[in-house]
């Protein structure tokens, strides 16, 4: 186990990596299990969250838990044509309906456990599954614990429209990750301004393989993605060893909202915090607060960035730094952005923290 633990608002938080939605050999991935944990350890992260197409084979073969440094934790993706929905904490399989997404949805929550629209305004690619998207449909839904609102692979594959780009994005995979789609950002604001609704990041790993122009390689292996767009979840209770213990630690912190989207690749997201605090109280991104005299919110980062603190969807204010600090004087949903400056200039999204909700 890699344990990191960190002071963080006057108590002990501890800090896990974990890189959600891959998919194994189990459905359409080409990597076992074992395989998957070993690269992830070999990428530096804590914890994956496997979730192959329609049935929870990896826990039924009873392959979740440890492997070596690696929490592997099992979930499924249910939805076929459209509809997809990343689900964990459950025992038993739950089968698609794709008139009615809302009885999976209900489904999940039977069994206590919880679920994420995946990839909800992906754009098709003609080089994979003939141009077809897997998109959400149906937001009239409820009941959801939140939304991917991040996936590497989904915005990887958008621009691919011709062979050139097909080379040129293999060779520069990180340039077509520019940041969650504005769609996606806009339909969790507009959850968020009804219900509570946690953001997670994934990467749709499948570790394909292909042949093109006569060559023959692995697109996206296991271990280069688990460094890319990764979940953080901060926890007040450590990982110990026991797989029953660990997971629902993971399940917790994702559920509450105790999280924030990395893409790593730009430089590791390690130590990012969004807090807070009046005279009485700290809170954690997740957390209610109320409303009062000297209420601040603090951002604090592993390096100078870009800044935008937003409240209810709008862009509330933007600093560059290591440290910012903003007096609260409304009550709202408050969540922040954060673009780290690239080797060849200009900035790249980075960071995107679970809100805080300031209540009146």
């Not at 038993?92 to 456990?113: H, L, M």
């Not at 509330?316 to 200039?345: A, N, Q, W």
């Amino acid at each position: 186990m890699t344990l990191r633990p960190r002071r963080c608002y006057d108590i002990y938080m501890n800090e896990y990596v974990g890189n959600l939605h891959v998919h194994s050999t189990y459905s359409d991935g080409t990597g076992s299990i074992a395989e998957i944990a070993l690269a992830a350890s070999r990428a530096g992260i804590d914890f994956v969250g496997v979730t192959d197409h329609h049935a929870l084979t990896g826990l039924h073969k009873g392959e979740e838990g440890w492997h070596g440094k690696v929490l592997v934790v099992v979930g499924m993706e249910i939805g076929e044509e459209h509809n997809h929905y990343l689900a964990w904490r459950i025992s038993k399989d739950v089968p698609d309906n794709r008139e009615n997404p809302q009885a999976f949805i209900d489904a999940v929550r039977r069994q206590g456990g919880i679920g994420f629209i995946a990839h909800p305004f992906e754009k098709g690619c003609k080089y994979g599954y003939s141009g077809h998207a897997f998109t959400w449909t149906d937001w009239g839904v409820k009941g959801f614990t939140g939304i991917c609102i991040w996936n590497f692979v989904s915005q990887w594959k958008g621009p691919i429209t011709n062979p050139l780009k097909a080379v040129y994005y293999y060779l520069y995979r990180r340039g077509a990750v520019t940041g969650p789609d504005k769609d996606t950002l806009a339909a969790w604001d507009a959850q968020l301004a009804k219900v509570r609704s946690v953001a997670i990041g994934g990467t749709d790993a499948h570790a394909f393989r292909f042949g093109f122009l006569g060559m023959k390689a692995k697109i996206f292996p296991y271990e280069y993605i688990f460094r890319t767009i990764n979940t953080h979840i901060l926890t007040e209770d450590k990982f110990t060893g026991d797989v029953v213990h660990d997971r629902e630690v993971v399940y917790a912190a994702l559920e509450k909202g105790r999280c924030f989207v990395s893409f790593d690749l730009l430089g590791s997201g390690r130590g990012f915090e969004f807090t807070a605090s009046n005279l009485t109280r700290k809170a954690l991104m997740g957390d209610e607060i109320e409303i009062s005299d000297g209420l601040k919110l603090t951002v604090k980062l592993p390096c100078a960035a870009k800044v935008r603190l937003i409240r209810d969807g709008q862009t509330l204010r933007e600093d560059f730094g290591v440290m910012h600090i903003h007096t609260v004087k409304k009550p709202g949903v408050y969540r922040v952005e954060v673009s780290k400056k690239g080797l060849l200039g200009g900035f790249r999204p980075w960071i995107f923290s679970n809100p805080i909700y300031v209540r009146p």
